[in-house]
């Protein structure tokens, strides 16, 4: 069974429907789903974080600007990399921008090559993102299945200590020490320390 193939998308917001149009032309070579709002509210009422992703977004609109929606993702944990657009040379706000993890901030008129150029990145980043968040969720879930002890054992393990001094530490035999490290390597499907040792990093 293969896995299912996730196409990219491209959000762009834009109270401005030539821009949004004229942006949706010179992204006609990212090979993604484009999907176009005039309103910032519109796309936060309908966003839902997806694998491969990015957000291009005017910093100067009515109601909600770009800083407010990049405010707004940070405020929910998304980590949607976010490219900023603004037709005024505001140096001060690009810096705020690219500081609160905005991932570019581009001056209008937008040059096509340059766009393109930064949406790539911005969506190998987002694949990034979601690969190290989806190996964060399987190795907890990995440990959530360790009983209290056996978490104790594989930490100590984890530090390089021996069973010994960890049946000393723990108050208990030897040999119950090494049934928890037995336990514990079949419950992890690991098959030596060195493999432990990077599931707890």
């Not at 690009?94 to 930064?118: R, Y």
């Not at 968040?133 to 104790?152: I, S």
Request: aromatic share 6%; charged share 30%; with cysteine.
């Amino acid at each position: 069974m293969s896995l299912p193939s996730f196409r990219p998308v491209i959000y762009i917001i834009d109270d401005d429907d030539i821009v949004l149009w004229m942006f949706e032309e010179l992204l006609q070579g990212a090979d993604a789903d484009v999907r176009t709002f005039s309103s910032a509210r519109k796309f936060l009422d309908s966003y839902v974080a997806g694998p491969c992703e990015c957000l291009i977004c005017d910093v100067k609109m009515p109601e909600i600007g770009g800083l407010e929606v990049q405010q707004e993702l940070l405020r929910k944990g998304s980590h949607l990399p976010i490219i900023l657009v603004s037709g005024y040379a505001e140096v001060p706000l690009a810096v705020q921008a690219i500081k609160d993890g905005a991932f570019d901030f581009l001056e209008k008129p937008v040059d096509g090559v340059v766009l393109l150029s930064k949406v790539r990145s911005a969506l190998e980043r987002s694949r990034q993102l979601h690969d190290e968040h989806m190996a964060r969720v399987t190795r907890e879930a990995r440990l959530a299945l360790l009983t209290p002890k056996e978490r104790e054992v594989a930490e100590r393990v984890v530090d390089g200590k021996s069973s010994p001094k960890i049946a000393l530490e723990l108050d208990i035999s030897v040999r119950t020490v090494e049934n928890h490290r037995a336990r514990l390597m079949e419950k992890l499907h690991v098959e030596s320390v060195a493999e432990l040792v990077r599931l707890f990093l």
